[in-house]
């Protein structure tokens, strides 16, 4: 299923007809101070000769930022010029990793989530159209890596384990690399769409 052509058409017209509202955690009514911050992230799509795979990032190790060192999708903040979530999401990765926005599709974009460290992030998914080689900006990237859908897919690689208010979405280690989190809760989604 996952080594089809046609996935992307078939993943953008699912994602225009789906409800694609990754699960919410409920946070407590006062855990919040402040309104979120708006914030997207691309969900880049590879095809490789095993399928298609997504496409990740490990961010770079700094003492301020939460979250130093996480598996990610290439993503940030929305930025006042950014006219939308797809803007900022494919402006983030031209700056993280190099990858030029006329060397994607997007396909369509799942609805926002809130994140425990009050963001309100919205996974924009793309197909990589053109050959890419990816330029790291070592500020902000460790490394650039790819995740067969197909192994996303499997339930056996995926868990829920208890953290802080709630549960957290984990998959096992692929290539000595630890998905989870937000990350994992947009993979989920995507994986249920198709």
Do not use: C
């Not at 225009?16 to 855990?31: H, I, M, R, S, Y």
């Amino acid at each position: 299923m996952f080594d089809r052509d046609d996935l992307p058409q078939r993943l953008s017209h699912r994602l225009t007809q789906a409800d694609v509202t990754p699960l919410q955690e409920n946070f407590p009514a006062d855990f919040f101070n402040s309104p979120p911050k708006a914030a997207a992230v691309l969900m880049p799509l590879v095809r490789k000769d095993d399928g298609w795979h997504f496409l990740f990032i490990r961010r770079s190790l700094h003492d301020k930022d939460k979250h130093s060192g996480q598996v990610a999708f290439p993503g940030g903040q929305v930025d006042p010029g950014d006219r939308d979530s797809h803007a900022t999401a494919l402006r983030e990765a031209h700056e993280e990793i190099g990858l030029q926005s006329n060397a994607v599709d997007v396909l369509g974009s799942l609805n926002s989530y809130r994140t425990i460290s009050n963001f309100e992030v919205t996974g924009v998914v793309a197909q990589v159209t053109s050959a890419f080689t990816a330029s790291p900006d070592p500020r902000e990237v460790d490394r650039v890596f790819t995740i067969p859908l197909e192994w996303l897919a499997n339930p056996d690689n995926l868990e829920r384990r208890p953290r802080l208010l709630h549960g957290m979405l984990y998959y096992r280690r692929y290539d000595n690399e630890l998905l989870w989190g937000v990350t994992a809760r947009l993979v989920d989604s995507v994986i249920r769409v198709l």
